[in-house]
C-alpha cells in the first residue's frame, strides 16, 4: 500500500499511522437473554437480483412489498 493511501486510511479511522484506537466498553449489570438464530429461506428479486428473506408461507407478500418499494414500474403503480 502506498504511504498517501496509508495515511488516507489513518484519517478516516481517526488514528495515525494507521494504528486502531481502542477503548473499553463499559459493562452492564443487566442478565443476559438467549438468542435465536432463525434461518429464514430466501428468493432473488428477478429485476434487481437481490436477495430477499421471508417467513415460510409469506413469499407473495414478501415479494410483492419488495416490488412496491424497489420496482413500483414493474406494477405499474405509483412510487411513494
Do not use: D, N
Not at 495515525?16 to 443476559?32: D, F, I, L, N, V
Not at 432463525?38 to 437480483?49: A, F, G, K, M, S
Amino acid at each position: 500500500m502506498s504511504e498517501a493511501r496509508a495515511q488516507s486510511a489513518a484519517r478516516c479511522r481517526g488514528t495515525a499511522k494507521g494504528m486502531a484506537s481502542w477503548k473499553q466498553m463499559s459493562k452492564t449489570h443487566s442478565r443476559r437473554f438467549p438468542v435465536t438464530v432463525t434461518h429464514l429461506p430466501v428468493t432473488r428479486c428477478q429485476i434487481c437480483r437481490r436477495t430477499i428473506a421471508y417467513r415460510p408461507g409469506t413469499l407473495s407478500q414478501t415479494l410483492t412489498e419488495h416490488y412496491r418499494r424497489a420496482h413500483p414500474e414493474a406494477l405499474s403503480l405509483p412510487a411513494r
